[in-house]
């Protein structure tokens, strides 16, 4: 017997409908009127409060961000350290997981302590300076990946997943002659693609969006990733600058908002063109590795 929905289920269902587009509306308009504003002219901008579908598109924007060399470069500087050091974080993180995962591993009780016990505490601001600084990382690229190579929570849930692999996979490929690297890399990884994706954009996230200890470990502009540069822009901006150089000619700065538009667009659309490629991992592999301990 097929089971007919009630009149209060049908509400309920309508009511939630309702609550969702709803919802989803309040978070879409604003991020189109983010990247309406970007385009639109700055004569069009002045006159109106709220620009939704721009009538006279411009990049005024985009081209005073983009004016000089350095930003190009930061772009570099920022896709090279999130590539690499999203591949070293998932690299330490799959490897220390893995082992703490076994539960033969001499001395893991204590290592499990250690790296719960640096969730709950950490060394401040100027100890782990001071460890950046006599590691001679300081005004290097590495001192962005070093220094947050393991994420502690990453770590547990990773090691959690793990744990869950059928334990009769390990011993079948013992007895083909497999070592634990070979267990890793040929059989637990492959097996873990929905966490490892969703870790991979955690991190990847996290890199793009590196200012603060870019602004503590590096004094040299020219290793300054893109989102330190976007604040120095925002913050010319905000200082009323009237005009810059451009090529040959004398370019006239957009409005500031126009400008914080278009920086809004610069730092998060990469990371958004990334995200639909992991999607399908994304949803099971953020809920793998969260019951079991």
Known sequence: MVNRPTWAGRAFDIANYAFLTLFAVCVIIPFLYIIAGSFAAP?????????LFPTNWSLAGYRYIFSTDTIRTSLLVTVGVTVVGTIVNLFLTALMGYGLSRQGVPGRGAILFLVLFSMLFSGGIIPTFLVVKLAG???????LIVPGA???FNLIILKNFFQQLPEGLE??????????????????????APAIATFALFYAVGHWNSFFTAILYINDAKWWPIQVWLRQIVILSQGGIGDS??????YTAPPGEIIKMAVIV????????VYPFLQRHFTKGILLGSVKG
């Open 43 to 51: 004569e069009e901008f002045a006159r109106k409060t709220f620009v």
């Open 137 to 143: 990382l300081l005004n290097s690229v590495w001192a």
């Open 150 to 152: 393991i994420s502690a």
């Open 171 to 192: 011993e079948a490929a013992k007895m083909d002659g497999c070592n634990d690297f070979g267990i890793l890399f040929r059989i637990v990884l492959p097996l873990s």
């Open 245 to 250: 150089s451009q090529g040959n000619g004398l």
């Open 266 to 273: 610069v730092s998060t659309v990469p990371m958004l063109l």
